[in-house]
């Protein structure tokens, strides 16, 4: 029988770049649809899923073979330190009612998203996908950080005692077509690029938080998108696996700030507010060895590609952007 897939979260920057790799990639090639396959992609609209009966009434209406779980509160550095209660109590409830549906309809199989922030923020480098559990994270956002740890014990404990088939994926920071660009509460990529188009538009200082130390791993969201699309269909373990670029490839918040007014023709140079409590954690260096190991040949699209599409992108969309 054809796979009857569904994405929560599939309104959003992840998921709507598995929805244009689906739709764009050849029909039965490694990323492309199966014949006959039905992929669903729900935002909040369809379900709110912190409410445990919507949760189940998605599910009953799509009885889905396999769920790509992306639905969550999501934000950048600042979004997360202002609100930890509301990032912990609504990514657990979501993740919880998730999980619960999916093993009592009888879902094939779940990959649930984590993120390379949950793991403890003092650890040996690289970040590898048995660290996860080894001490606190980031204090800057730690509610979402033991939200999303926690779906990785949920996942042992429904295999152990139901034998469901749950695992989960470790995206690093993500950016692409879609994202969220709001200046308060985005990740720092389409803030930035955002506060660049600002800067231009209004001949105002293009101002960046934090001293610009801080080093990020960045991957593209349509490269994200064919990792889940193989990760569902040829990855089988309860274990999580790490979704990044190389650990070699981290960039400075400053290199990224640059690297955006280079893409955007920008005439003046960021300015950093030089506040060091805004720099949030120093760096998370994750290493895709595991990834690599497993999938074979997989060619990450070029950064400075990637930042021009997605600048494309925002530039094309800004009247309907999240801005
Ligand atoms: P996003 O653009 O903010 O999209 C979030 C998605 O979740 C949207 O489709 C949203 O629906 C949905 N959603 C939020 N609250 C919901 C609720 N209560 N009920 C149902 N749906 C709800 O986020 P994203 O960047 O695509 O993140 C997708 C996944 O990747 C998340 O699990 C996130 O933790 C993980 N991740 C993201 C990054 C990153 O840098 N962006 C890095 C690592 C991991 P609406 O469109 O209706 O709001
Ligand atoms: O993407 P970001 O907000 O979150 O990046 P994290 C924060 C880094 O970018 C800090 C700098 O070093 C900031 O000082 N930065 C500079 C800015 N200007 C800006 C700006 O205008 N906006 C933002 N947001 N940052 C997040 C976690 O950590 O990683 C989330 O908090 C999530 O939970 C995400 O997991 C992937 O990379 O620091």
Redesign the pocket.
């Known amino acids: 029988m054809a796979a009857v897939v569904l994405v929560t979260g599939g309104t959003g920057l992840v998921g709507k770049a598995i929805e244009y790799v689906i739709e764009h990639e050849p029909e039965g090639s490694r990323f492309g649809k199966r014949p006959g396959e039905k992929w669903i992609f729900a935002g909040s609209r369809e379900a709110d899923l912190r409410n445990p009966e919507e949760t189940l009434k998605l599910f009953e209406k799509y009885q889905p073979t396999h769920v790509i779980h992306l639905a969550a509160l ?8 202002e609100r930890k209660m509301t ?1 912990l109590r609504d990514n657990m409830l979501i993740n919880d009612n998730v999980l619960h549906a999916a093993h009592i309809k009888g879902t094939h199989k779940v990959i649930s998203c984590l ?4 793991f403890p923020d003092k650890v040996e480098y690289p970040l590898t996908e048995e660290k996860v559990h080894l001490g606190p994270p ?1 204090s ?2 730690f509610g ?2 033991h939200a999303k740890r926690m779906v990785d014990v949920q996942n042992h404990a429904y295999k152990e005692e139901f034998g469901c088939n749950f695992t989960s994926a470790i ?4 950016f692409g077509p879609h994202d969220n660009f709001d ?1 308060k509460h ?4 389409p ?2 690029i955002h ?1 660049c188009y600002l800067s231009q538009k209004n001949n105002t200082p293009f101002k ?3 001293d ?1 130390s ?1 080093l ?1 791993q960045f991957i593209y969201s349509r490269d994200l998108a064919k990792l889940f699309i193989w990760q569902m269909r040829e990855y089988e373990s309860v274990e999580p696996v790490i979704l990044s670029v190389d650990e070699n490839d981290e960039i400075s ?1 400053r290199d990224l ?1 640059n690297s955006i007014v280079k893409v955007m023709n920008h005439a003046d140079k960021p300015e950093f507010e030089n506040e060091i409590n ?4 120093d760096r ?1 260096p994750a290493s895709n060895a595991k990834l690599m190991s497993l999938i074979g040949d997989f060619k990450f699209t070029p950064f400075e590609q990637a930042l021009e599409e997605t600048v494309t992108w925002f530039l094309q969309n800004y009247a309907n952007a999240r801005t």
């Open positions: 999501v934000g950048g550095l600042f979004a997360n330190r990032f993120s390379t922030c949950v980031h800057s956002n979402y950080a995206p690093t920071n993500v200046l985005a990740h720092v990529m803030a930035l506060k960046v938080m934090g610009g801080p990020r918040i700030a805004d720099n949030g954690q998370k």
